[in-house]
């Protein structure tokens, strides 16, 4: 067993770190979490991390300031308790989407979560397809972007696919995603579409182009939310003559589960550790195991 590294889940992907401690020999070590009465949350180390490197695992989704906030005070303690490092893989980092100004008199939430992260002690930041890398920026120290095309494509192999497929981007921030899996495929293309916003978690299609009669098509997002950027995608497809669609998404936010059941597959991965029925579910955990390695 290696014992200069320990590694730690809090509330949030217990399943994903114990897999992950298992597969590289690494204790899994032992947080408490309380609240008390008035709903203040406490943290308690109850393994020896002494010069120890230490990895937490845990994504910062709903309820994300909790789980944030998990991360920040289990640190102190970990500092406390002497740890030598303190890295943190957050395959699903929260408050990403808030990376820009948008409105006037708004703030760059990601900054203030990166700031947050780092002034606390933590070291190295892993995550995994971050919605905007650029957002590294933030971040004085590393922060790594694990890709998830490995993993879908062999979900689209495994599902008899070789070649000849339409990859579909719902909106340009996918773009770099779909290239990436569309270069897995033979005789396989991209095509974008143009998404606005009119308001948070409403969007609507400006405009798409290609070919999609008799076509195999597969959605491809790092974020299903409300499911609405997805479902304006599937239907414009299905108008449009396609034959089949799949969706392929990183990050299983689901705040409603309504994506449209004309779609033949929907593969999320455990980034965010939740049962959805009718999804297949991918582990991130191979990709975690070879970045702490
Ligand atoms: C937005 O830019 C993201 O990449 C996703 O497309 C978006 O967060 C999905 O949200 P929803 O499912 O609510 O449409």
């Given at each position: 067993m290696n014992?200069?590294?320990?590694?730690?889940?809090?509330?949030?992907?217990?399943k994903l770190a114990k897999q992950v401690a298992t597969s590289l020999n690494i204790p899994l070590g032992i947080s408490e979490l309380e609240h008390f009465e008035d709903g203040e949350l406490i943290a308690r180390c109850k393994s020896d991390v002494k010069d120890k490197i230490v990895y937490i695992i845990q994504s910062t989704a709903a309820p994300a300031t909790?789980?944030?906030?998990?991360?920040?005070i289990f640190v102190d303690a970990l500092k406390t308790g002497g740890a030598k490092e303190i890295n943190l893989v957050v395959p699903y980092?929260?408050?990403?989407?808030?990376?820009r100004i948008a409105k006037e008199g708004e703030p760059i939430s990601i900054r203030v979560i990166a700031n947050a992260f780092e002034s606390n002690g933590i070291k190295k930041i892993i995550s995994v397809d971050l919605h905007n890398p650029s957002i590294k920026q933030f971040f004085n120290d590393e922060l790594v972007n694990l890709s998830p095309t490995p993993l879908f494509e062999k979900y689209l192999r495994d599902k008899g696919f070789e070649s000849d497929l339409v990859i579909v981007t719902p909106d340009h921030g996918s773009n770099s995603r779909a290239i990436e899996l569309c270069k897995c495929f033979k005789n396989t293309t991209v095509t974008y579409i143009e998404k606005r916003r009119s308001a948070p978690n409403k969007s609507h299609i400006i405009s798409i182009d290609g070919k999609f009669e008799g076509k195999s098509c597969v959605i491809i997002d790092d974020i299903i939310d409300t499911g609405g950027t997805i479902n304006n995608a599937v239907n414009i497809l299905f108008e449009k003559g396609a034959k089949e669609v799949y969706v392929l998404a990183t990050h299983a936010v689901f705040s409603s589960n309504r994506i449209d059941k004309r779609v033949k597959g929907i593969a999320v991965?455990?980034?965010?550790?939740?049962?959805i029925p009718g999804v297949d579910i991918i582990s991130i955990s191979k990709l975690i195991i070879e970045a702490i390695k």
């Open positions: 014992t200069d590294k320990i590694i730690f889940s809090l509330s949030a992907n217990k909790e789980n944030i906030f998990e991360i920040l980092l929260g408050y990403s989407r808030q990376d991965t455990d980034s965010i550790e939740k049962e």
